[in-house]
């Protein structure tokens, strides 16, 4: 029964994640979708390599930082317990490789290939796993510290703040130091409208993204016995409510509905093992409102080129998650409790703080050294052909 046990495990966690690899091509649709026709081979190519480097740095160091193991040993040793470890490496990995696909997205069109690469594998090897040791690993003291200040340990079951916000607080900082695309905003205040290019393979990323979650929520029991219905229904209403709220906010706008649902889903991560349904359906509707009112505004009124929205989906979102997993979880809003508003607080404070510090330095040091942006003449042109010289439609490049 001990080895059926394990090989359950180790299956239930394996599709796991299968489920979340799967996420990384609606980052690259979502992405391609949004960007212009002479950025969207950039978008599947940046996502594809961004996670294979990813896989290399987390195997050889994020996954020792976040959790004090290793696999420099022998492959006997990795297959006991069915390979449980290995696979739940897998499952781990493909929350770590969110956090450059995320940052992907705010500074899209606009940025050189390789340095994003560099920044990929240091935010992976290092900045990422450090918070994630202390919010899933007990590192440093410091979910004792936040137990003993309030009474219970900061809450975070799928990542609202470990890998949303985390990932969408780095993106910020490096967005405003590549700085817009050109002709986005005029010298005399008007905004140039870049409108996507493809709604269909914007509203399939958003699909992709929106049925790997449910893997990425519920797998994050890591374990079968400790499986959650409630986990799965509460990701399902979290996700109507953002659409709904998103709708009717963002007018109709189809780029809005198909974020609505993932700005909830980002939201309700958190919380999503404590909250009630309804809890969960709040929470969404105010995810997506928050994603709908905040993209305009960085977009229109602070001038911040964020191209798909990532700090306001991810960042914001992922921090109202946070927050919220200490509102709707407790008893009094019908949540299972242990979980309170201000252990919610300090440890997503804390979160943000260390993205936004990383993202600082890491983009700080590359713009300064290697330099960030594509010349005039590349962005002009388009990543596609400046970086991948192919354009996603090369038949009809041909002159006959």
């Known amino acids: 029964m001990e080895a059926l046990k394990q090989g359950t495990d ?14 990384h091509a609606g980052f690259a649709f979502l992405e391609l979708g949004t960007v212009r026709k002479k950025n969207q081979v950039n978008a599947l190519v940046k996502i594809l390599v961004d996670f294979s480097v990813s896989t290399v740095v987390y195997f050889a160091v994020g996954y020792s930082v976040a959790y004090g193991t290793h696999f420099f040993v022998g492959a006997e040793a990795l297959t006991q317990q069915s390979g449980y470890s290995l696979v739940k490496f897998f499952f781990l990995l493909t929350f770590a490789a969110a956090i450059p696909a995320i940052v992907s997205g705010g500074i899209a069109e606009r940025a050189k290939f390789w340095p994003q690469l560099m920044a990929t594998a240091v935010i992976v090897g290092v900045v990422y796993p450090f918070f994630e040791g202390i919010a899933w690993n007990q590192h440093f003291g410091v979910q004792a510290w936040i137990k003993t200040l309030t009474g219970d340990e900061f809450h975070d079951f799928a990542g609202s703040i470990v890998v949303h916000a985390m990932g969408g607080w780095i993106a910020l900082p490096a967005v405003i130091l590549l700085g817009s695309r050109a002709n986005r905003y005029r010298k005399d205040g008007a905004v140039s409208a870049h409108p996507p290019s493809n709604i269909p393979f914007l509203a399939l990323g958003a699909w992709v993204l929106v049925v790997g979650w449910f893997g990425f929520n519920v797998m994050s029991a890591q374990t079968v016995d400790k499986l959650s219905g409630l986990v799965a229904v509460n990701s399902l209403m979290a996700m109507v409510g953002g659409t709904l709220a998103a709708l009717v906010l963002g007018k109709n706008d189809p ?11 980002v939201a309700v991560c958190a919380g999503s093992d404590l909250m009630h349904p309804l809890g969960a359906l709040v929470v969404g509707a105010v995810a997506g409102a928050i994603f709908v009112l905040m993209f305009t505004l960085t977009q229109n009124k602070w001038k911040i080129d964020d191209v798909l929205g990532v700090w306001p989906l991810h960042g914001l979102c992922g921090t109202w998650g946070g927050v919220a997993a200490g509102i709707f979880g407790s008893k009094a809003l019908g949540g299972l409790g242990g979980v309170n508003v201000w252990a919610q607080l300090i440890g997503s404070a804390l979160g943000v703080g260390w993205a936004l510090l990383g993202g600082v330095v890491v983009y700080g040091i590359l713009k300064s050294t290697v330099g960030l942006r594509m010349t005039q003449e590349e962005e ?6 400046s970086i991948h010289k192919i354009s996603a439609t090369p038949d009809r490049d041909v002159n006959w």
């Open 10 to 23: 180790a299956l239930f966690i394996l599709l796991g994640a299968i489920m979340v690899l799967a996420m």
């Open 255 to 265: 780029g809005f509905v198909h974020n609505g649902p993932l700005a909830g889903l």
């Open 380 to 385: 002009f042109d388009g990543a596609d052909l």
